[in-house]
């Protein structure tokens, strides 16, 4: 038996996945049901439903799209830049995604705050991509040196959230990039 190709993604299921991505982000997920999604979309139920058994199986492949982008950002940039350069375009591309015009916060922070139940198939998907992003950030710190990479990595994340969540509330993003620059790197180099 040959082996099995994959399939090309059918543009049902890509206009399907770009209005959920749209309105989830700029509504948030409980606040748009499938049948908005349907319509803003253009496909039928049986469409919808061939492809998404349910609202939370889109949920999930949204939020799992938007972690395969920042996965291979991550990863190119890491191929191509040097330990420091890294932690440079780090902190640029949080600050590019968060000095933009809409900006609505972290889409995995604001999913997780709408579904409380951590074992919940979303929730899931949010841990495994902020595991990921915590074990390239521990590389990070393990690569500058540091004693306890783990802890660093922790407390870099935990400046990002807060970078994205005060230029989601406030928008004065001027001092945001300075700031989780100059406290990043006295982490990396703790």
Same mark, same amino acid.
């Given at each position: ?62 939020? !799992?799209?938007?972690? &395969?982008? /920042?996965?291979?950002?991550?990863? =190119?940039?890491?191929?191509? @830049?040097? *330990?420091? #350069? $890294? ?54 710190? !393990?690569?500058?040196? &540091?004693? /306890?990479?783990?802890?660093?990595? =922790?407390?870099?994340?935990? @400046?990002? *959230?807060? #970078? $994205? ?26």
């Amino acid at each position: 038996m040959p082996p099995m190709l994959d399939k090309p993604e059918s543009s049902a299921r890509r206009r399907i996945l770009d209005s959920a991505s749209s309105l989830f982000y700029t509504l948030g997920v409980r606040a748009v049901s499938a049948d908005r999604v349907i319509a803003d979309s253009g496909v039928s139920k049986v469409t919808f439903y061939r492809h998404f058994p349910s609202k939370d199986d889109l949920v999930v492949a949204y939020l !799992e799209e938007v972690a &395969s982008r /920042e996965r291979l950002a991550f990863i =190119e940039a890491r191929e191509r @830049l040097d *330990d420091d #350069a $890294l932690w440079r375009w780090y902190v640029e591309s949080i600050i590019e995604v968060g000095c933009v015009p809409g900006f609505r916060g972290c889409p995995f922070i604001n999913a997780a705050a709408e579904y409380s139940d951590a074992a919940h198939d979303v929730r899931v998907a949010v841990a495994r991509h902020r595991g990921w992003v915590q074990d390239r950030l521990t590389e990070l710190a !393990e690569r500058h040196g &540091s004693s /306890e990479p783990r802890r660093v990595a =922790e407390e870099i994340q935990m @400046l990002r *959230d807060g #970078a $994205l969540v005060l230029a989601a509330l406030d928008g004065r993003t001027d001092r945001i990039g300075s700031v989780l620059d100059d406290a990043g790197r006295r982490l990396l180099r703790a």
